[in-house]
């Protein structure tokens, strides 16, 4: 039994939706399979965008609602079968509960809202994509993640309940997979439910962690996750067009990577796979005949430098008001202030006089802390910076990363450099 996972940008449009079905016809051969799916495209971002609007501005909701439905019509019509009407039932039915949720007032919770609404993007893909195939001929069990990924009511970033959601998962995709029904069950990427059936969400790129739950719950004989690159790379050929592919790492510096921010792969994903020692693939989508990268037990051969750029990052420096040493009482203070507003520290540096963190810059979230932070600390903040980690750097490599950047905060080990740069 295996696990695959195709995310959002694999299936961003019929041509993908195609790929997906030869890739699964090509590989079930009587498998037992989890396919686990990502919203279409940038689904996920358009759905932050209805929920904003849904708080702050209600007149642009018809329009951001009528993109999201004409992106997965778009999809329906593309795929050019004899009778679409059972895909097209099935969305509008999905629809008209996102219009009802949306007709109503907000919560007042922001955290509790966007959970409810952006899980709509990962039910309206697998809803698709799984009746696709059933018309196609590979039949296909569709599976509410909602109601098999139990978590507790921290929204956005649900922590699993392991033993409820394991046993959930092995009574219904268990019994799927293993009574026959079916040799393949989809299921929904990013998202889980608690036990009054809220939705929650798991963090942004949660998809390849609901992968790595699946195949830890049902002794997966491994992980693929389907990506738009040949396959783990040492550097975003966004700024690095000649990144290398990584063949093969280990679990420990896949986690090291995922916890600095490399895109591939999730942070909290390899901890269940290295537990069971489940190997995990990154393959390109389009060419599935690729070998990829593999991360799994195994020691790497060589260490190839690694680059992780984090853009649109804030850098804040706290002082006490009275210009006296930051103590052990003022961290517990600031920290206290940072998880209360659930902001996830980069990087984080000390002086006598000052602290400061380097974090993602969410606006909301940024100028909440800023203004609990300024009632007993002065605060200052940079805007628009980098964040640039470099894992198995050199000093020439540092030298030509940073040229003509202003270096803010810099900071080594014997095995990574962090940078702070404008």
């Known amino acids: ?161 392991w033993d409820e959601s394991a046993r959930l998962i092995q009574e219904k995709v268990g019994k799927i997979l293993f009574e026959n029904i079916a040799d393949i069950v989809i299921s929904q990427g990013f998202i889980g439910g608690t036990e009054e059936m809220l939705p929650t969400t798991l963090g942004r790129e949660g998809s390849d962690y609901s992968a790595a739950i699946f195949a830890y719950v049902l002794n997966a004989e491994s992980v693929t996750i389907w990506k738009d690159v040949p396959g783990l790379l040492n550097a975003d050929p966004k700024f690095f067009p000649d990144a290398v592919k990584l063949d093969q790492i280990s679990y420990e510096e896949a986690i090291e990577l995922a916890y600095y921010g490399a895109s591939v792969i999730h942070p909290k994903t390899l901890k269940p796979l290295q537990n069971k020692q489940i190997p995990l693939y990154v393959k390109p989508f389009m060419h599935p005949e690729e070998s990829g990268s593999r991360i799994d037990a195994g020691k790497m051969k060589k260490h190839v430098p690694c680059y992780i750029f984090k853009t649109n990052q804030v850098l804040i420096s706290i002082y006490p008001k009275d210009f006296s040493f930051i103590a052990v009482e003022n961290l517990d203070e600031i920290f206290a202030v940072i998880s209360k507003n659930k902001i996830k520290i980069n990087l984080m540096q000390n002086s006598a006089l000052s602290f400061s963190i380097c974090c993602d810059n969410k606006v909301h979230k940024i100028e909440r802390l800023i203004k609990d932070l300024s009632v007993k600390y002065r605060v200052k903040y940079n805007l628009n910076i980098e964040l640039i980690t470099i894992r198995h750097y050199t000093d020439d490599i540092v030298s030509k990363v940073v040229a003509k950047k202003d270096v803010l905060v810099e900071q080594r080990s014997r095995a990574t450099v962090q940078l702070v740069t404008m």
């Open 1 to 161: 039994m295996k696990v695959y996972k195709f995310g959002g940008a694999s299936v961003k449009n019929a041509d993908g939706v195609r790929n997906l079905e030869r890739i699964l016809k090509n590989y079930t051969g009587g498998e037992k399979l989890v396919v686990v799916i990502s919203a279409i495209g940038k689904t996920t971002n358009l759905l932050e965008q209805v929920l904003d609007a849904f708080y702050y501005d209600k007149s642009q909701m018809p329009d951001l609602v009528a993109r999201l439905r004409e992106n997965h019509y778009t999809i329906v019509r593309e795929l050019e079968l004899d009778d679409n009407s059972l895909i097209m039932n099935k969305l509008n039915g999905i629809f008209e509960e996102l219009d009802e949720l949306l007709s109503g007032p907000h919560s007042g919770n922001f955290d509790y809202d966007y959970d409810r609404v952006v899980s709509f993007g990962e039910i309206l893909s697998t809803t698709l994509i799984s009746t696709y195939l059933n018309l196609k001929g590979i039949k296909n069990e569709w599976a509410d993640a909602r109601l098999l990924i139990r978590t507790d009511h921290n929204y956005r970033e649900g922590k699993v309940d």
